[in-house]
């Protein structure tokens, strides 16, 4: 969430009409001297001042402390023919209440404010804006000719009056604003204005004033404002003229109004309605996550819904629902927003029947009474904001639960610039004592240079006035702040809505909770040595970097879903409807929290120094969800329908987390975590916490089967190590226990076609299905970082027993080790535990119970027949005599057979095969069960003399020169891709400077096509600063990818790794992402992700409820990279079109791609997918299409090179690969985003087809042939064609010293004559050794 800086907030939902009333009174006094305003961006004209000295003619008080002009302001905002008390009365309805307006206001400066250059501002000002009036006067003859006199004379007229001005000093004293009603005429509509009129004297000659009351200039002079705060908050806020704002200086205005800024205190009145927020999160992999947030209930109504004092019942599966508005949870009416509102007659009211049906609209809610006290001083250096007093509250008396809520917080924030001995802004993030009285009025930069530009400019608009290229500690700026939340803070209640959606999957998830009693209160202050470069690229990952101290609480009373509401979660398999009733939660932060900070009864767990600590304690009276699950077809087994199960219960617990720094040193290498990127110096522990499970009621209905769970049962999670990085890398340990309250869970039983609740208790046939040893346990459960799962015993249990089905049992089954089967034979030679499963199988099936008893009893017989014989290891069963003797006592209870058995297992052993005619009449003689099975086991004698018949081996074939097969290629088709000997080469030469950027680009681009060790030594090679920055960047992931795939590549597939597919997701997605932007930035192309996410600015909790309509179109549909490489007709052609516009491109373009996986990577994780244990699930699924959209974004040569890479040990195993990969399960995505991977597979390996499973079935055309000899063909073609890639990989891979043509290298002293080679050290040495030698032969 982190990682990405895209962030967009759209405001289109926001109105005017939500503020209903203001009351702003303020004090600013300004800086005593002349302030210039630059409203010309003409330097070189003269631009407006003004004087805030004062004058003593009519200042009284001229004592230093109060030097400068004081300026008040008064502002109401209101609706029309109300009162101030009744504007900012809450109990006024809404629909009472007229759209909001600007009633009057004004200013008065003390002493009267000196004006300067005033005749050449005025002058400019149509330059600013262009009255509406001008296009229609321009048109009249008499009227234009006037206008280009006076525009003749522009520059005498300027010169005239600036000359007066000199001698006509104008000081203001007031200016007033009154709304005016201008009703419509051919200059414009009727609209609401404010009339300007100022009041002040003329200083004519020094000595002798003018004055002149409410004056008030024409509006081709200064324009008149809206007075309706619907326009006045608008980009074009004048009523009688259009304002151009590119011809304004918005920049320098800004930070010279704030210049002349000394102190301000202000105090502001406000009614408002807060509005309904909604955030969508966008993930790598395309799910969006969307939250939705709002005051009140029941927004339509306004009434609180009435909720039963009996337990939650379930909800049918609701029926479609067109309403895509906020509101459409409820089944209420239509909104009691009306047009009473709207009472100014030119404003057109669309019809009831153009607006959509339940409208969201905030204003429907009682509004909030705000009120605000902020007081400060600002200066060049230095900006101290104090916030004494910021209230609210809401209250509704006129429902039958009346609501009251309310707020308060208060605190102060002091900014200014760095010391210039400030350390640099990338310090390792450290804890120290929070200042939380702490004056930075002493820190300030000693010598602050006039250069500088001041604190507000700095904040404000950084890239105007911080270029990179004269950064210093100057721009550096040091913040500290403090707020306190009251103990008096509460909320009535807040709708929380949850929605997760895919565009490629179906299904979706909506959820709507309830709020109530929401209370508050504690502190947040900023941490020693707090920093920030405001001229910093802005990123959400940099929040790391300034985490305050926090000392904060906050807790929700009553939490339930509503039972009007519409939630629901669906992931395309299973669909849920949840209930909750009397949930509660408590949340405290802390953070940066010393001893000295707390009293002494403190508990040492609330004394967090480093990072930030969230302790959630949570509860939940009543839960329940009703759930189906799609199921395969199983008719052996009787499985034709749905899985339908219903849960009921309550649920507790505590989520701990603590985000803190790494316990690093530095980063002592290119390849180390970079400890000044926050997402690699944090780390997240999630050790504490806990979650416990007691169920009232479960079961689970399979058609005419049915389970249920005893009442009370519990399960309970127990986190005792959880230490990750913030891409969720590491390992995790957590104590399991469950108790079914000595009561095993109950399997009933009825007559295939009926349902147990249709069928009386005499009908019915039920069967525990645990033994008394596992109705109660505990032990430990450890998730390695790449989620290979394993057991372990539980630390603190008196449940913990020694036995049979302790936790070596379950870790048998989920990760076996050399005592795993020794166990599992325990298990299986348990007679009570095998006759329970015996009965339990017979209830599902009674053939299989049949077959499962028969084996069973075979088993047991050859347990005894073992005994008996003193057999314990398979070596005891040797020599060949001992082996007929125990088949022979397993076949007919004597050693009557011995004879007969003796000569089959001679011939076996001598390599002549398997007698299948013997094998067969000893079995037919000795099995009563034959004739009943006489099929299968033909089958199975002739599969096992398949196995066991001898195999022709073939002839050695002997090649006299066996050259790489980079040197069988032609050289030219690797142009521009260097050897692995020419790479270290270069790296090894001038280590002391700085690598070309065409060769650090040219390693970046190969990185992934090298192995672990290679990109790990080659950034150790050099140090950070000689790669360029992007480089850097990219050799960094691809190497934490590579780290984390190889990890993957020795522990994947089967139980041990079920979880495992919910890790790679976290980073592929993100890999996924970077590598498809980086080839839509290159080469141009549409495989961008992120247009398949967007589809205009419509929400995605919208889009969700819009689903539910069975009118809704899936607008805006974009195929995924792979849908559309499967969709063509010929991916050649296409290609050699891209070349030919790419012709100017590098040769090794086709070759390398832009992936940020190479193809091994690819490979790995692609196999893991397939041998997943989870294969149907939507995280397999989607992992899987993320691999395969990825693979078709690159060239085809690179598919074909994940494809022999999933061949590495041979083509069978690639055979068994394509197999898997031809019948991926789709299952969870929609129909139109389902690929045919048959014809995916065609367009990346031109000229071969591969074979459908379905056309070697019974009836299919290649029905008498072998599907599995198809596609082992199909596999050594592939093979074939990936000797360009295999070539490419060992020119990467393996530096290769000599040529096999190169004459095989001999010993020096073997030479012919030691005098013509280089003069060595040791070549005396090796002169009389040789003499030596030759005297001792």
């Given at each position: 969430?982190?990682?990405?800086?895209?962030?967009?907030?759209?405001?289109?939902?926001?109105?005017?009409?939500?503020?209903?009333?203001?009351?702003?009174?303020?004090?600013?006094?300004?800086?005593?001297?002349?302030?210039?305003?630059?409203?010309?961006?003409?330097?070189?004209?003269?631009?407006?001042?003004?004087?805030?000295?004062?004058?003593?003619?009519?200042?009284?008080?001229?004592?230093?402390a109060t030097?400068?002009?004081?300026?008040?302001?008064?502002?109401?905002?209101?609706?029309?023919?109300?009162?101030?008390?009744?504007?900012?009365?809450?109990?006024?309805?809404?629909?009472?209440?007229?759209?909001?307006?600007?009633?009057?206001?004004?200013?008065?400066?003390?002493?009267?404010?000196?004006?300067?250059?005033?005749?050449?501002?005025?002058?400019?000002?149509?330059?600013?804006?262009?009255?509406?009036?001008?296009?229609?006067?321009?048109?009249?003859?008499f009227?234009?000719?006037?206008?280009?006199?006076?525009?003749?004379?522009?520059?005498?007229?300027?010169?005239i009056?600036?000359?007066?001005?000199?001698?006509?000093?104008?000081?203001?004293?007031?200016v007033?604003?009154?709304?005016?009603?201008?009703?419509?005429?051919?200059?414009?509509?009727?609209?609401?204005r404010?009339?300007?009129?100022?009041?002040?004297?003329?200083?004519?000659f020094?000595?002798?004033?003018?004055?002149?009351?409410?004056?008030?200039?024409?509006?081709?002079?200064?324009?008149?404002?809206?007075?309706?705060?619907e326009?006045?908050?608008?980009?074009?806020?004048?009523?009688?003229?259009?304002?151009?704002?590119?011809?304004?200086?918005?920049?320098?205005?800004?930070?010279?109004?704030?210049?002349?800024?000394?102190?301000f205190?202000?105090?502001?009145?406000?009614?408002?309605?807060?509005?309904?927020?909604?955030?969508?999160?966008?993930?790598?992999?395309?799910?969006?996550?969307?939250?939705?947030?709002?005051?009140?209930?029941?927004?339509t109504?306004?009434?609180?819904?009435k909720?039963?004092?009996?337990?939650?019942?379930l909800?049918?599966?609701?029926?479609?629902n067109?309403?895509?508005?906020?509101?459409?949870?409820?089944?209420?009416?239509?909104?009691?927003?009306?047009?009473?509102?709207?009472k100014?007659?030119?404003?057109?009211?669309?019809?009831?029947?153009?607006?959509?049906?339940?409208?969201?609209?905030?204003?429907?809610?009682?509004?909030?009474?705000?009120?605000?006290?902020?007081?400060?001083?600002?200066?060049?250096?230095?900006?101290?904001?104090?916030?004494?007093?910021?209230?609210?509250?809401?209250?509704?008396?006129?429902?039958?639960?009346?609501?009251?809520?309310?707020?308060?917080?208060?605190?102060?924030?002091?900014?200014?610039?760095?010391?210039?001995?400030?350390?640099?802004?990338?310090?390792?993030?450290?804890?120290?004592?929070?200042?939380?009285?702490?004056?930075?009025?002493?820190?300030?930069?000693?010598?602050?240079?006039?250069?500088?530009?001041?604190i507000?400019?700095?904040?404000?608009?950084?890239?105007?006035?911080?270029?990179?290229?004269?950064?210093s500690?100057?721009h550096?700026v040091?913040?500290?702040?403090?707020?306190?939340?009251?103990?008096?803070?509460?909320?009535?209640?807040?709708?929380?809505?949850?929605?997760?959606?895919?565009?490629?999957?179906?299904?979706?998830?909506?959820?709507?909770?309830?709020?109530?009693?929401?209370?508050?209160?504690?502190?947040?202050?900023a941490?020693?040595?707090?920093i920030?470069d405001p001229s910093?690229?802005?990123?959400?990952?940099?929040?790391?970097?300034?985490?305050?101290?926090?000392?904060f609480?906050?807790?929700?009373?009553?939490?339930?879903?509503?039972?009007?509401?519409?939630?629901?979660?669906?992931?395309g398999?299973?669909?849920?409807i949840?209930?909750?009733?009397?949930?509660?939660?408590?949340?405290?932060?802390?953070?940066?929290?010393?001893?000295?900070?707390?009293?002494?009864?403190?508990?040492?767990?609330?004394?967090?120094?480093?990072?930030?600590?969230?302790?959630?304690?949570?509860?939940?009276?009543?839960?329940?969800?009703?759930?189906?699950?799609?199921?395969n077809?199983?008719?052996?087994?009787?499985?034709?329908?749905k899985?339908?199960?219903?849960?009921l219960?309550?649920?507790?617990?505590?989520?701990?987390?603590?985000?803190?720094?790494?316990?690093?040193?530095?980063?002592?290498?290119?390849?180390?975590?970079?400890?000044?990127?926050?997402?690699?110096?944090?780390?997240?522990?999630?050790?504490?916490?806990?979650?416990?499970?007691?169920?009232?009621?479960?079961?689970?209905?399979?058609?005419?089967?049915?389970?249920?769970?005893?009442?009370?049962?519990?399960?309970?999670?127990?986190?005792?190590?959880?230490?990750?990085?913030?891409?969720?890398?590491?390992?995790?340990?957590?104590?399991?226990?469950?108790?079914?309250?000595?009561?095993?869970?109950?399997?009933?039983v009825?007559?295939?076609?009926?349902?147990i609740?249709?069928?009386?208790?005499?009908?019915r046939?039920?069967?525990?299905?645990?033994?008394?040893?596992?109705?109660?346990?505990?032990?430990?459960?450890?998730?390695?970082?790449?989620?290979?799962?394993?057991?372990?015993?539980?630390?603190?249990?008196?449940?913990?027993?020694?036995g049979?089905?302790?936790w070596?049992f379950?870790?048998?089954?989920?990760?076996?080790?050399?005592d795993?089967?020794?166990r599992?034979?325990?298990?299986?030679?348990d007679?009570?535990?095998?006759?329970?499963?015996?009965?339990?199988?017979?209830?599902?099936?009674?053939d299989?119970?049949?077959?499962?008893?028969?084996?069973?009893?075979?088993?047991?017989?050859?347990?005894?027949?073992?005994?008996?014989?003193?057999?314990?290891?398979?070596?005891?069963?040797?020599?060949?005599h001992?082996?007929?003797?125990l088949?022979?006592?397993?076949?007919?209870?004597?050693?009557?057979?011995?004879?007969?058995?003796?000569?089959?297992?001679?011939?076996?052993?001598?390599?002549?095969?398997?007698?299948?005619?013997?094998?067969?009449?000893?079995?037919?003689?000795h099995?009563?069960?034959?004739?009943?099975?006489?099929?299968?086991?033909?089958?199975?004698?002739?599969?096992?003399?398949?196995?066991?018949g001898?195999?022709?081996?073939?002839?050695?074939?002997v090649?006299?020169?066996?050259?790489?097969?980079?040197?069988?290629?032609?050289?030219?088709?690797?142009?521009?891709?260097?050897?692995?000997k020419?790479?270290?080469?270069?790296?090894?030469?001038?280590?002391?400077?700085?690598?070309?950027?065409?060769?650090?680009?040219?390693?970046?681009?190969?990185?992934?096509?090298?192995?672990?060790?290679?990109?790990?030594y080659?950034?150790?090679?050099?140090?950070?600063?000689?790669?360029?920055?992007?480089?850097?960047?990219?050799?960094?992931?691809?190497?934490?990818?590579?780290?984390?795939?190889?990890?993957i590549?020795?522990?994947?597939?089967?139980?041990?790794?079920?979880?495992?597919?919910f890790?790679?997701s976290?980073?592929?997605?993100?890999?996924?992402?970077?590598?498809?932007?980086?080839?839509?930035?290159?080469?141009?192309?549409?495989?961008?992700?992120?247009?398949?996410?967007?589809?205009?600015?419509?929400?995605?909790?919208?889009?969700?409820r819009?689903?539910?309509?069975?009118?809704?179109?899936?607008?805006?549909?974009?195929?995924?990279?792979?849908?559309?490489?499967?969709?063509?007709?010929?991916?050649?052609?296409?290609?050699?079109?891209?070349?030919?516009?790419?012709?100017?491109?590098d040769?090794?373009d086709?070759?390398?791609?832009?992936?940020?996986?190479?193809?091994?990577?690819?490979?790995?994780?692609?196999?893991?997918?397939?041998?997943?244990?989870?294969?149907?699930?939507?995280?397999?699924?989607?992992?899987?299409?993320?691999?395969?959209?990825?693979?078709?974004?690159?060239?085809?040569?690179?598919?074909?090179?994940?494809?022999?890479?999933?061949?590495?040990?041979?083509?069978?195993?690639?055979?068994?690969?394509?197999?898997?990969?031809?019948?991926?399960?789709?299952?969870?995505?929609?129909?139109?985003h389902?690929?045919?991977?048959?014809?995916?597979?065609?367009?990346?390996?031109?000229?071969?087809?591969?074979?459908?499973?379905?056309d070697?079935?019974?009836?299919?055309?290649?029905?008498?042939?072998?599907?599995?000899?198809?596609?082992?063909?199909?596999?050594?073609?592939?093979?074939?064609?990936?000797?360009?890639?295999?070539?490419?990989?060992?020119?990467?891979?393996?530096?290769?010293?000599?040529?096999?043509?190169?004459?095989?290298?001999?010993?020096?002293?073997?030479?012919s004559?030691?005098?013509?080679?280089?003069?060595?050290?040791?070549?005396?040495?090796?002169?009389?050794?040789?003499?030596?030698?030759?005297?001792?032969d």
């Amino acid at each position: 969430l982190l990682s990405s800086s895209e962030m967009e907030v759209l405001w289109d939902g926001l109105t005017a009409d939500l503020i209903h009333a203001i009351q702003v009174q303020a004090q600013v006094r300004l800086r005593e001297g002349r302030h210039t305003i630059p409203l010309d961006k003409d330097n070189m004209r003269p631009q407006f001042w003004f004087d805030s000295s004062g004058s003593d003619i009519f200042s009284v008080n001229n004592d230093t402390a109060t030097k400068g002009c004081k300026i008040s302001a008064n502002f109401f905002v209101g609706s029309q023919r109300m009162t101030l008390d009744e504007d900012l009365d809450t109990s006024k309805h809404i629909s009472e209440r007229s759209q909001p307006m600007v009633k009057n206001g004004d200013l008065i400066f003390d002493p009267p404010l000196r004006l300067g250059n005033v005749a050449p501002t005025l002058l400019h000002f149509p330059q600013l804006f262009e009255d509406k009036a001008m296009p229609r006067l321009r048109r009249m003859q008499f009227v234009g000719f006037v206008i280009e006199f006076l525009a003749s004379l522009w520059f005498l007229l300027e010169k005239i009056l600036w000359m007066i001005e000199r001698r006509c000093q104008v000081h203001l004293s007031k200016v007033k604003v009154a709304p005016i009603f201008r009703r419509q005429s051919a200059v414009g509509e009727a609209q609401w204005r404010l009339s300007l009129s100022f009041t002040g004297h003329l200083l004519l000659f020094d000595f002798l004033p003018i004055p002149f009351i409410s004056f008030h200039l024409p509006t081709f002079v200064i324009p008149q404002p809206h007075a309706l705060l619907e326009y006045l908050l608008t980009a074009q806020p004048f009523a009688s003229a259009k304002l151009h704002r590119e011809n304004i200086a918005e920049e320098r205005i800004t930070v010279a109004a704030l210049s002349a800024l000394d102190s301000f205190n202000t105090s502001v009145k406000a009614v408002v309605t807060p509005p309904a927020v909604e955030m969508d999160l966008t993930m790598p992999g395309g799910l969006t996550l969307s939250f939705e947030m709002m005051h009140g209930l029941d927004v339509t109504t306004n009434t609180r819904m009435k909720r039963e004092s009996t337990p939650p019942t379930l909800l049918s599966i609701p029926k479609p629902n067109s309403n895509t508005t906020l509101n459409s949870w409820f089944n209420s009416g239509q909104s009691n927003a009306d047009s009473s509102r709207l009472k100014h007659q030119h404003i057109s009211v669309p019809s009831t029947a153009q607006l959509p049906s339940q409208m969201y609209d905030a204003n429907s809610m009682s509004p909030w009474f705000f009120e605000i006290a902020v007081d400060g001083i600002t200066s060049a250096d230095k900006i101290v904001v104090n916030v004494s007093r910021c209230t609210g509250r809401q209250e509704d008396e006129s429902t039958s639960f009346p609501s009251r809520s309310t707020f308060s917080v208060s605190g102060s924030v002091v900014i200014c610039r760095a010391q210039s001995n400030t350390a640099v802004l990338n310090h390792r993030p450290t804890s120290g004592m929070p200042l939380l009285k702490r004056n930075l009025s002493g820190t300030l930069a000693k010598n602050t240079s006039d250069s500088l530009p001041p604190i507000h400019a700095l904040l404000m608009f950084p890239d105007t006035y911080v270029q990179s290229s004269k950064r210093s500690s100057g721009h550096l700026v040091e913040y500290d702040y403090a707020f306190d939340v009251g103990e008096e803070t509460q909320l009535d209640t807040v709708s929380l809505s949850y929605g997760a959606s895919h565009p490629m999957l179906k299904g979706g998830t909506i959820v709507t909770c309830m709020l109530e009693s929401i209370y508050a209160y504690g502190s947040i202050h900023a941490r020693e040595g707090a920093i920030v470069d405001p001229s910093e690229k802005l990123r959400k990952r940099n929040i790391l970097r300034h985490l305050p101290a926090v000392n904060f609480t906050a807790g929700v009373q009553n939490m339930f879903i509503p039972k009007s509401s519409i939630s629901y979660l669906d992931d395309g398999n299973t669909r849920s409807i949840p209930e909750m009733d009397g949930g509660r939660l408590m949340i405290r932060v802390l953070g940066g929290i010393d001893e000295s900070m707390l009293n002494n009864n403190v508990p040492s767990a609330q004394i967090v120094k480093e990072g930030i600590k969230v302790v959630a304690d949570f509860g939940v009276t009543t839960f329940a969800s009703k759930n189906e699950s799609n199921l395969n077809e199983f008719p052996e087994l009787d499985i034709f329908d749905k899985l339908c199960s219903y849960i009921l219960g309550t649920c507790d617990g505590s989520i701990t987390c603590h985000l803190r720094p790494q316990k690093m040193l530095s980063s002592t290498s290119s390849s180390g975590p970079n400890v000044f990127n926050p997402l690699e110096a944090y780390e997240i522990d999630f050790s504490g916490s806990k979650v416990s499970l007691r169920l009232k009621e479960a079961n689970f209905n399979l058609g005419h089967r049915r389970v249920i769970v005893p009442t009370e049962t519990t399960f309970a999670v127990k986190v005792l190590e959880s230490v990750v990085n913030m891409g969720f890398e590491g390992t995790t340990k957590c104590e399991l226990a469950w108790d079914f309250q000595g009561t095993s869970p109950i399997l009933q039983v009825t007559t295939p076609g009926q349902t147990i609740a249709e069928t009386s208790h005499e009908d019915r046939q039920q069967a525990p299905l645990l033994i008394k040893a596992l109705c109660q346990g505990r032990l430990n459960l450890d998730v390695s970082s790449v989620g290979g799962i394993s057991f372990t015993q539980a630390s603190t249990s008196r449940e913990n027993k020694e036995g049979l089905y302790d936790w070596k049992f379950f870790n048998a089954l989920v990760s076996p080790d050399d005592d795993s089967p020794a166990r599992m034979m325990d298990v299986l030679h348990d007679k009570k535990t095998m006759n329970r499963l015996l009965a339990v199988t017979k209830l599902i099936n009674s053939d299989l119970e049949k077959i499962a008893s028969y084996a069973l009893t075979k088993v047991w017989r050859a347990k005894e027949i073992f005994d008996q014989e003193g057999v314990s290891d398979p070596g005891h069963a040797i020599p060949g005599h001992r082996m007929a003797r125990l088949m022979s006592l397993f076949l007919c209870g004597d050693v009557s057979q011995v004879d007969e058995i003796l000569p089959i297992i001679q011939r076996v052993v001598a390599g002549n095969g398997l007698d299948v005619v013997k094998v067969k009449e000893l079995i037919r003689k000795h099995v009563n069960a034959y004739d009943d099975w006489a099929a299968e086991i033909d089958r199975g004698v002739k599969w096992a003399a398949m196995m066991l018949g001898p195999m022709t081996v073939p002839s050695p074939f002997v090649e006299t020169e066996v050259p790489p097969l980079t040197e069988c290629i032609d050289i030219t088709r690797y142009a521009g891709i260097p050897t692995a000997k020419e790479l270290y080469n270069t790296l090894h030469d001038k280590r002391k400077l700085p690598l070309d950027s065409t060769f650090s680009n040219l390693v970046s681009r190969i990185a992934p096509y090298m192995t672990f060790r290679q990109v790990s030594y080659v950034l150790n090679s050099r140090p950070a600063s000689h790669w360029q920055p992007f480089d850097l960047k990219r050799l960094r992931y691809v190497y934490s990818v590579k780290k984390k795939v190889e990890e993957i590549s020795e522990s994947y597939g089967g139980l041990s790794f079920m979880p495992q597919s919910f890790f790679v997701s976290v980073f592929l997605g993100e890999a996924t992402r970077s590598s498809l932007r980086a080839a839509t930035g290159s080469n141009g192309n549409v495989n961008n992700p992120e247009t398949e996410v967007k589809v205009g600015n419509r929400s995605a909790l919208s889009m969700l409820r819009r689903q539910r309509s069975p009118k809704f179109d899936s607008e805006g549909f974009i195929m995924s990279p792979a849908g559309r490489v499967a969709s063509l007709h010929d991916l050649a052609k296409v290609q050699s079109k891209q070349n030919v516009l790419h012709s100017a491109c590098d040769v090794s373009d086709d070759l390398l791609g832009d992936s940020l996986l190479g193809p091994q990577d690819i490979a790995v994780l692609l196999q893991a997918g397939l041998t997943s244990a989870i294969k149907g699930s939507t995280v397999v699924q989607l992992n899987q299409r993320m691999l395969l959209d990825l693979m078709a974004s690159q060239p085809a040569s690179f598919a074909i090179g994940v494809l022999a890479e999933l061949g590495a040990d041979g083509p069978r195993q690639l055979a068994n690969a394509l197999m898997a990969l031809c019948d991926l399960d789709q299952g969870s995505f929609k129909e139109a985003h389902c690929i045919d991977i048959h014809s995916l597979l065609e367009m990346w390996l031109p000229g071969l087809k591969i074979p459908r499973r379905d056309d070697y079935l019974a009836g299919g055309k290649w029905a008498r042939q072998s599907f599995y000899d198809a596609i082992y063909s199909v596999a050594i073609s592939i093979l074939d064609l990936s000797e360009t890639y295999i070539g490419l990989k060992l020119r990467i891979q393996q530096v290769r010293h000599h040529s096999e043509r190169d004459p095989l290298p001999v010993p020096m002293e073997r030479l012919s004559d030691l005098n013509d080679q280089p003069t060595s050290q040791l070549m005396s040495t090796i002169k009389d050794a040789v003499t030596k030698i030759s005297v001792a032969d």
